[in-house]
């Protein structure tokens, strides 16, 4: 069973940063696209930035230009930068890893992430 280990949320003000961080458990890892999705609440949980094996990205509109995903595969390690953070920022943080061959997801356990003043 892989685990996703996320860090790296709390309380920030806007225009502030944070970094948030995943690791897992496996070295599945290196053959999955990873990703960060958020769910604020009452809303559903949409894709903030997904990262292929081979480091393509893709980031959502609302955070383009804000946000940043990379990965390092020697830690297993995927990373979501976070820069000029608004309060619409504000959600629970979810780290995502998608294997390349079969059907297998895995979801971490959450980070909150607060944007306010």
């Known amino acids: 069973q892989v685990q996703l280990v996320e860090s790296g949320g709390g309380l920030v003000q806007p225009g502030g940063s944070l970094r948030l961080s995943c690791a897992a458990s496996a070295s599945i890892f290196r053959l999955s696209t990873a990703g960060w999705y958020r769910q604020a609440p009452g809303k559903e949980r949409e894709l903030v930035a997904r990262?292929?094996?081979?480091?393509?990205?893709n980031v959502a509109d609302s955070v383009k230009g804000r946000f940043t995903i990379s990965r390092d595969n020697a830690k297993n390690t995927v990373y979501l930068q976070m820069n000029s953070l608004k309060p619409e920022d504000t959600a629970f943080y979810y780290c995502n890893l998608a294997a390349v061959i079969g059907s297998n997801v895995y979801w971490g356990q959450g980070t909150q992430v607060t944007v306010s003043s």
């Open positions: 990262i292929t094996i081979g480091s393509s990205t």
